[in-house]
């Protein structure tokens, strides 16, 4: 369970540590419900050990637990070189939680009609105030319709404007009180608004199933999704003083698998799914014969119309039906 002792070692989730608490959450957190295989490396980062790490390897537990229980950590835990590396090949930049907060804090601006709602910014010194109020909410809105906005980080990273357990550039933890993200802040109207475990427990569902995030790189995107699940105990250990149950934190583990996916955001397909000048055997009036495949949406750069395997995601408010990312883009 979470670790209450601040410093650089707790921001680094170990999968260890997610094992212990079921085999089931690792798996989970690990799956892909569009392929319905597991998230993939999408990263050469780590194919010095072995061909399990290639880049189109799916990730499995035992390759990120027991001895290799150290291969995937946050960005600011890794060396500087790998930093470099992935900024020029990936254009991974991470952004201050100074930014991120004042970002999100223009968000709640303009669903409150009104400035510094959950915290008071210095730009002084970058930092901020936190709102030691309970959140009062404007005439003709409620806590519950906040908890049901729907909230969204475009190549989420570690997911720094949804929860943040730490600074994602300094690696320096922020205490709960002082959190920033997009989930975090319903979180805290949750705890701020229910009493009982089981109210907490159905808004926070709410709260997770209205928050959603995509990534390309499959080592962050498990980094997002430990970030998001480790939240959730954080916030209900802080309110209730225990663990949740097993079968809460699996089920919040299931939204976040759903909710938080792996994809080429500038195609809405699994990243390098499109067949494009590939050869491929194709049944033909003479026979089986190998022909040259493009794809249309990477020559005309039509996102409808790619090969590529377009990327699923759960409609939790209508009857949890599966749609297609792309079918919601007007």
């Given at each position: 369970?979470?670790?209450?002792?601040?410093?650089?070692?707790?921001?680094?989730?170990?999968?260890?540590?997610?094992?212990?608490?079921?085999?089931?959450?690792?798996?989970?957190?690990?799956?892909?419900?569009?392929?319905?295989?597991?998230?993939?490396?999408?990263?050469?980062?780590?194919?010095?050990?072995?061909?399990?790490?290639?880049?189109?390897?799916?990730?499995?537990?035992?390759?990120?637990?027991?001895?290799?229980?150290?291969?995937?950590?946050?960005?600011?835990?890794?060396?500087?070189?790998?930093?470099?590396?992935?900024?020029?090949?990936?254009?991974?930049?991470?952004?201050?939680?100074?930014?991120?907060?004042?970002?999100?804090?223009?968000?709640d601006e303009a669903w409150f009609g009104?400035?510094?709602?959950?915290?008071?910014?210095?730009?002084?010194?970058?930092?901020?105030?936190?709102?030691?109020?309970?959140?009062?909410?404007?005439?003709?809105?409620?806590?519950?319709?906040?908890?049901?906005?729907?909230?969204?980080?475009?190549?989420?990273?570690?997911?720094?404007?949804?929860?943040?357990?730490?600074?994602?550039?300094?690696?320096?933890?922020?205490?709960?009180?002082?959190?920033?993200?997009?989930?975090?802040?319903?979180?805290?109207?949750?705890?701020?608004?229910?009493?009982?475990?089981?109210?907490?427990?159905?808004?926070?569902?709410?709260?997770?199933?209205?928050?959603?995030?995509?990534?390309?790189?499959?080592?962050?995107?498990?980094?997002?999704?430990?970030?998001?699940?480790w939240t959730f105990i954080e916030y209900?250990?802080?309110?209730?003083?225990?663990?949740?149950?097993?079968?809460?934190?699996?089920?919040?583990?299931?939204?976040?698998?759903?909710?938080?996916?792996?994809?080429?955001?500038?195609?809405?397909?699994?990243?390098?799914?499109?067949?494009?000048?590939?050869?491929?055997?194709i049944q033909t009036l003479f026979g089986?014969?190998?022909?040259?495949?493009?794809?249309?949406?990477?020559?005309?750069?039509?996102?409808?119309?790619?090969?590529?395997?377009?990327?699923?995601?759960?409609?939790?408010?209508?009857?949890?039906?599966?749609?297609?990312?792309?079918?919601?883009?007007?």
């Amino acid at each position: 369970m979470p670790n209450k002792e601040l410093g650089p070692a707790c921001i680094d989730i170990r999968e260890d540590d997610l094992r212990e608490i079921s085999q089931e959450v690792l798996e989970t957190l690990l799956r892909d419900h569009t392929t319905r295989r597991n998230i993939f490396w999408a990263t050469h980062d780590y194919k010095a050990l072995g061909s399990a790490y290639d880049y189109h390897s799916q990730i499995l537990p035992e390759l990120i637990t027991g001895e290799n229980g150290m291969v995937i950590r946050p960005r600011v835990l890794k060396s500087k070189e790998q930093q470099t590396d992935r900024a020029k090949d990936m254009a991974e930049v991470f952004t201050p939680s100074w930014v991120c907060n004042a970002q999100n804090n223009l968000v709640d601006e303009a669903w409150f009609g009104h400035k510094d709602v959950f915290n008071v910014e210095n730009t002084t010194n970058h930092t901020w105030q936190p709102n030691p109020n309970k959140i009062e909410f404007p005439e003709g809105k409620t806590w519950k319709d906040y908890v049901r906005a729907t909230r969204m980080e475009m190549t989420c990273g570690e997911a720094p404007y949804l929860v943040s357990r730490y600074d994602a550039t300094t690696g320096e933890p922020i205490p709960l009180q002082e959190r920033i993200g997009l989930l975090d802040r319903k979180l805290r109207v949750v705890s701020e608004n229910t009493e009982t475990s089981g109210d907490w427990l159905d808004w926070a569902q709410i709260a997770y199933m209205h928050t959603y995030g995509f990534e390309w790189q499959g080592d962050n995107l498990l980094l997002a999704r430990e970030a998001l699940l480790w939240t959730f105990i954080e916030y209900y250990q802080e309110k209730f003083g225990k663990a949740p149950l097993v079968k809460s934190i699996n089920y919040i583990a299931y939204i976040i698998s759903w909710n938080l996916w792996q994809m080429d955001g500038l195609k809405g397909v699994v990243p390098d799914s499109c067949r494009h000048g590939v050869k491929e055997k194709i049944q033909t009036l003479f026979g089986e014969e190998e022909q040259i495949v493009h794809c249309p949406g990477c020559q005309q750069e039509d996102i409808r119309r790619h090969n590529g395997i377009y990327c699923l995601i759960r409609d939790w408010a209508n009857d949890k039906k599966k749609i297609r990312f792309i079918d919601l883009m007007k």
